[in-house]
């Protein structure tokens, strides 16, 4: 779930009929309130952003016996298309740019992809094909700055496990890699190999999330119940925010609760909690990490992207995958 470069589009993925769904909607659009389908796929449907264009991948994080395949919506087109005839958005994408057959050898960027990227480099974690057909984790670098695209397989990594997120520091010399049910990840280096680990005590294992804070030399990982605090340059724990302490009802068991997404305001004073099983969000003093503040949704509140400058924070529910947004005076 991610705002476009203005913060004007909010683009969202949902499952529908048994599909993986990705949706814009213009919260402001003068029409209405319409949500348009972009994309639906029965396959897991991951999508990312660049400063000009949306970025989806279909089948993450693994094709069996090939490599991903990514398509490349200009915002500037999609904007435009919303605004004209938003019901009937996907007849107007025609031509889109895809890329697909990665390999661990560098190519050439056609010139549409480059030109989109402007500049930018998208780094995405899942699965390559090896030489022997075999699938190693790796992860896929689409640079557009040396008008590049390949894989860099991740040795450090057994077969079976999963990566799930890269998310390059602010710097963008490193990259941090979390994995599937752990309670460790992994920091690369510009060169894409291993530079260090980052643990935190955890009783359970589990899928942590990696939001960088602005203006600040840290790193707030989401895990459990609990936001764990590092120091990006020493990749030292340095504080612990313990946002679900109390045991909910999930499932028919009795579970501590967990965190979601994690967002910031721009001048990374606030942050910003999801709390699914509480169905609320969560206001925090970055410096202190003292909560300030509290808002409670008519959604279990999974995914959420503060629209800085608009005084609004957009959110996901867990189960229904329905939007919904609250308010704040300080984003």
């Not at 967990?258 to 970055?286: H, I, K, M, Q």
């Amino acid at each position: 779930m991610f705002l476009d470069s203005g913060g004007e589009t909010l683009y969202y993925i949902r499952r529908v009929d048994g599909h993986d769904s990705l949706f814009a909607h213009q919260p402001d659009h003068p029409r209405g309130d319409y949500h348009a389908m972009l994309q639906s796929s029965p396959g897991r449907l991951m999508a990312w952003r660049t400063k000009q264009c949306v970025v989806s991948c279909d089948g993450w994080p693994r094709v069996q016996g090939n490599s991903l395949t990514f398509r490349f919506l200009s915002q500037a087109r999609l904007r435009d298309a919303l605004r004209r005839q938003p019901r009937s958005v996907n007849e107007q994408l025609t031509g889109v740019p895809s890329l697909g057959e990665f390999s661990f050898e560098a190519r050439q960027l056609p010139p549409q992809i480059y030109e989109l990227l402007a500049g930018e480099a998208l780094h995405v974690a899942g699965f390559a094909s090896a030489q022997d057909g075999v699938m190693v984790p790796a992860l896929y670098v689409l640079d557009g700055r040396a008008a590049a695209y390949f894989a860099v397989p991740l040795p450090f990594l057994e077969s079976t496990t999963i990566p799930s997120a890269a998310v390059t520091e602010p710097s963008g010399k490193r990259h941090w890699l979390t994995v599937g049910e752990s309670n460790h990840l992994f920091v690369l280096n510009e060169k894409y190999e291993l530079a260090s680990d980052v643990l935190w005590p955890a009783e359970e294992q589990g899928l942590a999330r990696v939001a960088f804070v602005p203006h600040r030399n840290e790193a707030w990982v989401s895990a459990h119940s609990s936001v764990f605090v590092f120091d990006t340059s020493s990749h030292k724990l340095v504080g612990e925010i313990n946002a679900e302490p109390g045991l909910r009802w999930h499932r028919g068991e009795r579970v501590r609760g967990f965190v979601g997404a994690v967002g910031f305001n721009g001048a990374g004073t606030r942050a910003y909690l999801a709390r699914p099983l509480s169905g609320d969000v969560l206001e925090l003093d970055v410096a202190s990490r003292k909560q300030t503040g509290i808002f409670p949704m008519t959604v279990d509140p999974l995914e959420l992207a503060c629209a800085h400058g608009k005084g609004r924070v957009y959110v996901q529910g867990l189960r229904s995958g329905a939007i919904s947004w609250f308010a704040c005076h300080d984003i």
